[in-house]
């Protein structure tokens, strides 16, 4: 895909409302053509469902956000996010996978334990939500 077709992808997604609420409460739209700028960014999906990654550290951490709709029943979302997360490990130089999820958002943090991550600290994220941060060593996966 072009960087074009990925942040349309990226912003028809963003903008469902279900996923609008979880990313961006109380905006009636987003363009995230920023994090197409990010040196180490790059998602797997599809328009039901998106898994973003950033390599945040020089010592291969990346880190993960999902964008799911409600286009994906339950056991679909578990299994876009364990692909991707399946394919960070096999074809990146990738130590661990982190992410930071709203302490409010209980299927969110059920899902990342689901996923084998261990909550290793806390956070205020840049919408002044608490978060919990949840990581993932390749070790463990």
């Not at 990010?38 to 990346?62: H, P, Q, R, S, W």
């Not at 056991?75 to 692909?83: G, H, S, V, Y």
Request: aromatic share 10%.
């Amino acid at each position: 895909m072009s960087k074009v077709s990925d942040l349309a992808l990226l912003n028809a997604v963003a903008n469902r409302p279900e996923v609008l609420a979880q990313i961006a409460q109380g905006y009636s739209e987003i363009d995230l053509a920023w994090v197409m700028e990010l040196t180490d960014f790059f998602m797997i999906g599809n328009c039901k469902g998106l898994v973003l990654f950033n390599k945040v550290e020089a010592c291969d951490i990346y880190e993960m956000h999902y964008l799911l709709t409600d286009l994906l029943r339950k056991r679909e979302r578990f299994q876009l996010i364990k692909d991707a997360m399946r394919q960070v490990f096999t074809y990146r130089e990738c130590y661990a996978i982190v992410g930071a999820t709203p302490r409010d958002n209980c299927p969110a943090c059920m899902m990342n334990r689901a996923l084998g991550g261990s909550p290793i600290g806390a956070k205020v994220d840049s919408s002044g939500r608490d978060c919990i941060i949840y990581k993932l060593e390749r070790a463990a996966w």
